[in-house]
């Protein structure tokens, strides 16, 4: 009868506890899911937000794993904000929305102007959004964005959401910018948040690779001219202060970006050629080790010296090259030295005097300096970046060509 | 109860069980609110402090072999005394823990059950708790020690699984608040180390009392390797500029892991060894606190209290009606209730015990 | 049903009242100083003239009045019309009755007529005659010489001065005549034991172990035992259950090592069983264990003599039971069943390896289908994108919930499995993998269940098979079920406590006084193999647990060939 008894109360409890937690199963069970792969965010009319959420069809995903692009839905709806949007969307669905799967987060510029500090901080209070999620800043609508985000090579456009953004670690064009990443740099005093600059390639169709590699020092999505078949491009950089969108970096400002932030495995930049005259050498550089960076005060203002040191591989090759000798290899040395401090330069100055944005977080090395945060508060970083000085100096050891030495 | 003895290594595991089961909750970011970013040189300085109160510890039981401080303060002030440390002890016990499950429950809720009501959510650990308490007490801490080592590797793979998003410097400045506030008003922070409570408690347990020294000494430097890796994965990982409070600031640490595009949102995982090793302090707690109730009432046997206590803890963890004051609690109350309770009352009443001891020795002589 | 019962059975104090025995550690003698060394240099003695002193020590040393098969005839000898006493000592169901009837006992005990006539006559081998006196050459009479060159016609027959030598080869299935006034024995071949007619095991196939198992006759098994362990420290003891039937049980250990209180308790409960019949191993087993709780097997079944010899030489207990082919071994603890035969045979390296896949077998076993349920129903980012999509695409066309579907699965293959079993055996392993594949093929074909829950089962299944313990892997299957509703019910917070719950009931269970989770806490100090298999010149100790009377069953320096300069106190 005990044993009875036992098996009556277990029987209850779990009856109990199936009843009590069914809401939340039926919210999130499998069955009940639609997965969302990307937000696109525009400003609406009338103070309202456009957001679009891209799904897959998953019944378009066959068993056997076919390697056809499994085709998307976008849906877009007006709302107040995104809480709402969902909350609507989920009505118009009859599945409740997950984005716990969401891979690709887009704000229209125009939207980024105003500031997104609202949005960003009602995602990262959302249990189910991943802080690894992508944030980008198209200069397009984002819907239109995310509608022209076609891969050409992964059958799923989830997995090329996550994987659009892994060439920049030897290209250097676009920055890995995540939703965490943003949230933590946008609370922080002593850094700025940044996000992916993308757009629509109109150009690309058959051309599209090389249209990518020559043009690299003023290549910025959306700046190519129309016709043809369309295509979403992410180059470059959205400079956000406290929220709001300020400017754009263009590839090799984010270059050089990423060379100060340490991010970069290598690159590739093209200097001129001492030996032959218009015409420059493309040589692949990879950090010999982490960049320097060293914070200290002049008169109150920020004085900061950067030091990089890279070792370089020339890549192009001509029919009278000779890179055997020393002499040689030194010019080109020096040429890119030259060429990159310019470069780093003109980017770290653009940040702090145009934009008054810290988006390299040097103001994180410069805490350091101070004993106290409420030192560091009264000090106010933010206010002192924009009169910082910079000093850049880089050191590029080329040490030969590739297969060929000399011709 | 008291005829079950545990050994040394296993009284070490149910001392640090306490320790990390509220680093779990929001110990870290507590921690964090008090000293910024000379948390970690706050820590060990408290540690160092906490250390030594373990050995005081040690020196004042020590006169007393194999007797826990219930026994300890009906000798100092008879059964009365007895009953009103016993009872501030139970409080100190039921209250803290009950508020631990609530604001477990309350992450849980957040994370994986958002319609569900919190009393359903707590339902299933105190059905545990029925169960456990009906067992004996060694088959309870062996159940401890098996899931410790887990709970151990958990903490230490969110630590090294999120090196990569680290910022060092956020380790500056050096003296956070500046320096009475990380080394004079920061001794406040040493309500982390709650755990020694237990070491009042164990005497009668251990098989080898000669080892108390290492069981007090060695529970303390394993747990403050824990706070530091636990506050350093929160400190480096957030910023501190802004107090943004998480429910669970290491579930959210636990979302950042990834490694490559396979293993990402590893978070469910680490719930399920850290439910584990929440319902393992509970079921330790509660075996403490029936049993200072049986010394209380010399009860013959435990078993009509086996039911009881969970009710009691359950009663409690419901008071608080949203997570404000749950917070408020934590913050305010309970971590000067720990302060009281542990390092003042305690160290008293083995100070004068011992006192009274030196005196009737000497009237003796 | 009385509620006030209920609620004063439950808040009020009772008494204990069920039986619990607790094997505590270190009562017995430290004894692990001793060396079979010095257990060797005891055992030289000679034989005595007098036979009743012969037979004395005999019977101490044989512990023949509590060892059942150990039989010692005595009789009187005839030998040239004189009469000697005599005994002969041998062990049941180890020699051929017939040769001992007919080639020793009857020319020794029956008259003849070569045997007749006078002992007192001597044999003149010379004779001389000097100065009236006659010198004769005579040869006395040898009563041992006698026997063995004229009375007894059997092939080989050694005149032994030594006890050792005798009890090794009495042990091997020869018999011991012991004669009165002599202080020799003869050793005599006789040996008639079973041999190979025992079939292979048919549940516990190694790889390079032996291929015996025991059968229905319990002469025969114990007589396997007597021939593996091969000391006459091993103890059976014969014990009758049942009063209908009187089934014959064995209670065998070995005396040097087997912890006294633990065979005194398992006596006792064999003594204290008031049944009418005990047929089998397997209720047996259920009548003497602790308790019942959670059906997890708390001794362990085997049908291999040499798996059964070692646990003995670790100072384990076997019982036989006659009509049943299966030991039972006590105590048994959780790492037992997941350990055979064959990880003592092979190099430890591959032995660790194989252990860890079944200890994943078992992880796999219980909690697979629960953690896929609880993963599908509350917990689905745990999942990668892509594999979410597989699962929502397959499950597209089910018209089934996750917990129906695996229901349904589940139930279909311990069905199948049933099913299996009871096939005539042409078709009946076929038909496995028939309804594996063609009826869950089918079934994914049809829409009922979705491709990835037939992986999930197919796993679950295939790791219960993996672990060797049939009464484990039974108990793993049963415990499946809970944790898939519990994952149902309320995912990683059901699995999670349910774990719990279930880690400390079993490490509440006792299996005859040992903790059943002795040395899987990584923490505790136990010896004895519990995850990690040491390497075989590492085995010194006996398991902890165990308490038996000798720790050490190896020295430190195993290998004495590999260091033969190397001394006992060189050792750290």
Known sequence: MKHLIKVFCFVIIFVILTVSFSSSYLQVNLDNIAVVVAIGIDKGENNTLKVSFQFTAPSSVSESGSSETAPTILKSIDASSISSAVNLMNSHLGKELTLAHCKLVVFSEELAKEGISDIIYTFMNDAQMRPSCNVVVSKCPANYYIENSKPFLEPLISKYYELFVSSNQFTGYTANATLGKFFDNMICQSCDSYAILGGINFQLSKNAQEGFSTKESADISNSASLNGSTSSENVGLAVFREGKLVGELNAIETLAFMCIGNTVKGFLISVPSSQIENETLDIYLTPSHKTKIDVSFVNGSPFIKIHSKFSGQIRSMTNDSNYLDNEVLKRISEACNRYLEYVFTQYLYKTAKEYKSDINAIGKTSLKLFKTISQYEDYGWREHFQDSFFDVSVDVNVKSSSLLSDS | MTDTKITSKEAIMLIVTIFVSHTIVTLSKNLLSNTKSATLINLIYVGIIALLFAYIIFRLLRNFASLDIIDISQYLGGPIFKNIVGGIFIAYFIGTSSNLLREFCEGLRVAFFPMTNILFILIPFILVLFLTNSLSFSSNIKTVSLVFPFVLISIVFLFFGNFQNFSFERMFPLLGKGFSDTFITGIGNIFAFSGISCLYFIPPYLKEPQQMKKICLTSVIIGLFYFLFCTATVLLLFSFFVDVDEVLPLYSAASYIEFGVFFQRLEPLFMLIWILEIGCYMIIINRFSIHIFQKMTNLKSQKPLAMIFPLFVLGIALLPQNYSIIRFLETNIYSYFIIAVVFVLGITILFLANLKKRKERKNSL | MD??????????????????????????????????????????????????????????????????????????????????????????????????????????????????????????????????????????????????????????????????????????????????????????????????????????????????????????????????????????????????????????????????????????????????????????????????????????????????????????????????????????????????????????????????????????????????????????????????????????????????????????????????????????????????????????????????????????GIASFAVPDYAFSFHLRIYRFLFIFLGYCCGFLGIGLGLLAYLAVLCDTKSFGVSYTSGISPLQKTVGHTYFLQPVWLREFRASYLDAKKDKKQEKISMKWKYPFLKEDDLP
């Open chain 3, 3 to 460: 509620f006030k019962k209920i609620i004063t059975d439950i808040f009020t104090y009772t008494p204990k009242q069920e039986y619990d025995f607790t094997l505590l550690r270190g009562t017995t003698g430290n004894e692990s100083a001793e060396t079979t060394e010095l257990v060797k240099q005891n055992e030289t003695k000679t034989i005595y003239p007098s036979l009743n002193v012969n037979l004395e020590y005999v019977k101490s040393k044989y512990n023949s009045m509590i060892n059942s098969d150990i039989v010692i005839r005595e009789f009187t000898l005839n030998a040239r019309g004189k009469q000697y006493s005599a005994f002969l000592l041998y062990i049941d169901g180890m020699i051929d009755t017939d040769i001992m009837n007919k080639f020793i006992l009857e020319p020794l005990m029956l008259r003849n007529k070569s045997n007749l006539y006078d002992s007192d006559q001597n044999r003149v081998i010379s004779e001389a005659v000097t100065n009236n006196i006659t010198v004769r050459k005579v040869k006395k009479f040898n009563l041992a010489d006698y026997i063995m060159t004229c009375l007894m016609p059997q092939n080989t027959v050694k005149q032994i001065s030594e006890f050792s030598t005798i009890f090794n080869d009495v042990n091997s299935g020869n018999c011991a005549l012991f004669i009165d006034t002599l202080n020799i024995g003869f050793d005599i071949e006789v040996k008639g034991f079973e041999k190979r007619s025992i079939d292979k095991p048919e549940n516990e196939i190694v790889i390079k172990g032996a291929h015996e198992a025991f059968v229905e006759n319990i002469r025969t098994n114990t007589s396997m035992l007597r021939r593996s362990v091969h000391n006459e420290n091993l103890i059976i003891e014969s014990i009758q259950i049942g009063n209908i039937t009187k089934t014959s049980c064995a209670l065998c250990y070995i005396k040097t090592l087997a912890n006294s209180d633990l065979v005194g308790e398992l006596r006792y409960r064999l003594n204290n069983l008031e049944i009418d019949s005990m047929l089998s191993s397997g209720q047996l087993e259920q009548m003497i264990v602790d308790n019942n709780l959670m059906s997890v097997p708390q001794t362990l079944s085997t049908e291999r003599p040499d798996k059964a010899t070692s646990y003995l030489l670790d100072g384990r207990i076997v019982l036989l039971v006659n009509g049943a082919p299966y030991a039972l071994v006590v105590p048994a603890v959780y790492t037992d069943f997941l350990s055979t035969p064959d990880d003592k045979n092979m190099r430890t390296s591959f032995s660790n390896f194989i252990k860890w896949i079944r200890i994943l077998a078992t992880f796999l076993s219980l909690l697979l289908p629960g953690l896929y349920v609880a993963i599908a129903s509350f917990h689905q980012e745990l999942l990668p994108t892509d594999l979410l999509y597989s699962i929502l695409a397959s499950r597209a066309t089910v018209p089934f919930p996750v917990i129906f579907e695996i229901l349904i699965l589940e139930i279909s293959f311990e069905l199948i499995r049933e099913a299996g079993i009871r096939v005539p055996s042409p078709i009946g392993p076929t038909i496995g993998i028939v309804g594996a594949l063609i009826i869950g093929q089918s079934a994914v074909s049809a829409g009922i269940v979705s491709p990835i829950l037939i992986i999930i089962v197919a796993m679950t």
